[in-house]
């Protein structure tokens, strides 16, 4: 579970007070897309997909991680957010983003009014024009990221979503040009507005499951848990979890990983 700067674990306390992120002091309310609009150093979303980068090296860094094995999954904001992870890293197996959001502004904003509002006023106050303000736009698009992305893509989109809708998630997806037609999938739910199915979840876990690397990732050795079922042993699963009752899948076991199958 990722939390950008001024998101989730940094919009509560502790952390409240320090959180400048397109916060409004008096009335608490956020705007993240108007925070630093116009420049492309400061703007609240070149931190946030550089912080997806980071989480992804801290991620690769864990002892407990199989490498050969990382997948990401988000919605509306997260589905950009893993879009955008795995254009700028290339580090997953498979990704599944879903309802997706900031992608397709210029089209999107013939359509819908948020962030068209944000922009529209962002765009007065700076005094720029509409081919300016679209050129900003563009450069954190999500549909501009999808050339860059190499797996597997399973995503799913709703007909009545208003915050997102159908064209704004199909931008990136149809942009995909290094992904084999075979290894992208996509979901409609007719009925459903900014939301995803109650299956999803099974969907896309399935979808992963697919693309799983059979091969022993390097120093973990393959076991039979039932060995250890009569001994004092103390299990953990790749989220550092102690778990009884272990799937097949790589485990941490006495300090030593194992691969259970």
């Known amino acids: 579970m990722l939390s950008t700067r001024g998101q989730m674990l940094n919009y509560r306390e502790p952390n409240l007070t ?10 608490g309310k956020t705007d993240y ?7 492309k150093e400061k703007h609240y979303y070149r931190g946030a997909y550089l912080d ?17 094995n990382i997948y990401a999954t988000g919605g509306s904001q997260g589905g950009c957010f893993t879009y955008v992870a795995e254009g700028l890293t290339r580090a997953f197996k498979a990704i599944a983003p879903s309802i997706t959001g900031h992608a397709d502004f210029e089209e999107g904003m013939k359509i819908v ?3 068209r509002a944000n922009f529209l006023a962002a765009k007065a106050k700076l005094g720029m024009n509409d081919d300016e303000m679209n050129r900003f736009n563009a450069y954190f698009d999500v549909m501009n990221f ?3 992305i190499t797996c ?5 989109f709703s007909l009545q979503d208003t915050t997102d809708p159908t064209r704004t998630n199909l931008a990136p997806f149809n942009l ?3 992904v084999k037609s075979e290894d ?3 979901i409609i739910n007719p009925f459903l507005g900014h939301a995803t199915p109650a299956e999803w979840n099974k969907r896309y876990l399935a979808f992963f499951e697919k693309y799983y690397s059979e091969k022993d990732p390097t120093g973990i050795r393959p076991i039979n848990f039932y060995a250890y079922t009569n001994k004092q042993t103390i299990i953990y699963d790749l989220m550092g979890r102690k778990t009884l009752h272990p799937g097949k899948g790589i485990y941490i076991v006495n300090g030593k990983k194992i691969l259970v199958k």
Do not use: E
Not at 33 to 38: E, H, I, L
């Open 18 to 27: 320090d959180n400048v992120y397109g916060r409004d002091k008096t009335t």
């Open 33 to 39: 897309y108007s925070y630093g609009w116009g420049d």
């Open 52 to 68: 997806c980068v980071r989480a992804i090296d801290f991620v690769k860094s864990q002892t407990k991680v199989d490498q050969k």
């Open 113 to 115: 009014n948020w962030p």
């Open 146 to 148: 999808s050339a860059h």
């Open 152 to 156: 597997p893509v399973i995503t799913c």
């Open 176 to 178: 995909l040009s290094q």
């Open 184 to 186: 992208k999938v996509y």
